[in-house]
């Protein structure tokens, strides 16, 4: 294989190899050589380390390049680098990705052969094929994997492929699902100047806890607590499952277990006492009222006139005005304005009372 040397045609008639190139110093091994058609290539210590192919691409570490610039292998760039536009060397944007005009600018993350996360920014003019705006930054994943979201190595929140939110947990069940530890689990802070902490909507209702019931309220009628047509609101304390009390769908206002001893009830109630057990009538002033009780179990009744500021007198029925009697007792607190109730049977008994004066609590 002759070399030809001349002020025309340069260096020709000789291709080389990397171990043996064309083109070489006092290294025999390593230097410029032609290893195919319109390709040139630079080895080193007798291996392929650089080649630029008939199309113009570059190729480090791969004899194949695809790409204007293919590299195989570890790399690292120094300075600001910018893809699809001009990087600012003034700008701390070590990565200046752009696209043209019209289209969404895309930093997809990959593996082998798998789209899978991308970020980007839709300036595609429309709305795009993920259902996002234009005009909006998004990020997230391109096949069938869940989303998370990290900080300082731990877990703050997942996505799942359904579209579900977790914080908390990596299986979210609903489109927001929070499970706590031994903190609080949620908590919501409204302004200082007013306004809802949280707004649910369902259709043209505004409120919350919607599914058979709602709490909602403004500023001109207050809170309300809505159950759904024939169903009763029911309340429950300190972490049991045992039902406390409920206003029926009827709007009657029933307590549905034993009270404490001395617990305080209003007008209308249904309330159940042990036996001996009491229960307190309130006043917000001093004055007087007609106190209406009765046994829902036996029919026993009496109607008394409650005096804040003495006993109370027996009108009609069972009963005594005094803390005596058999069936049950009605007498006047000596401690504050209250009427107590003691419960005189034998065993635990429900009552039920009105309480009729526009200065006591109904």
Known sequence: ????????????????????????GTDSNTGIFYPAADTVAIGTGGTEA????????????????????????????????????NPS???????????????????LLTTTGVNNTVIAFNNSG??????????????????TYPVAITNA?????????????????TSPASKLHISGGTANTARIDGSSNGG???????????????????????TTSGVGIFAET????????????????????????????????????????NFTLASNATINITGTIAGAALVLIYNVNDGAGAVFFANYLANSVKIAG?????????????????????????????????FRIAVYSAEATP
Do not use: C
């Open 318 to 350: 069972d009963g005594a005005a005094t803390d005596t009697g058999t069936t049950f007792a009605v007498y006047k607190n000596a401690s504050s304005h209250v009427t107590t109730i003691r419960n005189r049977y034998a065993t635990s008994q429900t």
């Open 1 to 24: 294989m002759p070399l030809v040397l001349d002020g025309t045609n340069g260096v020709s008639g000789v291709d080389g190899t990397a171990s043996n190139p064309a083109i070489e």
């Open 153 to 169: 190595g731990n877990l703050v929140a997942t996505f799942s492929t359904s579209g579900n939110m977790g914080i908390g947990t």
């Open 196 to 218: 809802a902490w949280a707004v649910m909507r369902n259709g043209s209702v505004t409120g919350g806890i919607y599914n058979t019931g709602a709490i909602i309220g403004d």
């Open 230 to 269: 024939g169903l009763d609101v029911r309340f429950y304390t300190n972490g049991s499952a045992t039902e406390r009390a409920r206003i029926t769908s009827g709007g009657i206002f029933e307590l549905r277990s034993t009270l404490a001893n001395g617990a305080y009830v209003k007008s209308g109630e």
């Open 89 to 107: 060397a003034s700008t701390n944007i070590p990565l200046y990705v752009q696209n043209a005009a019209g289209q969404d600018t895309q930093l």
């Open 126 to 143: 429309v709305t795009n094929a993920q259902g996002v705006p234009n005009n909006t930054v998004y990020f997230g994943s391109l096949n």
């Open 50 to 85: 650089l080649r630029v192919n008939s199309s113009q691409q570059v190729g480090i570490g791969t004899s194949s390049p695809a790409y204007k610039l293919d590299v195989n292998g570890t790399s690292k760039l120094l300075g600001n680098v910018g893809v699809g536009g």
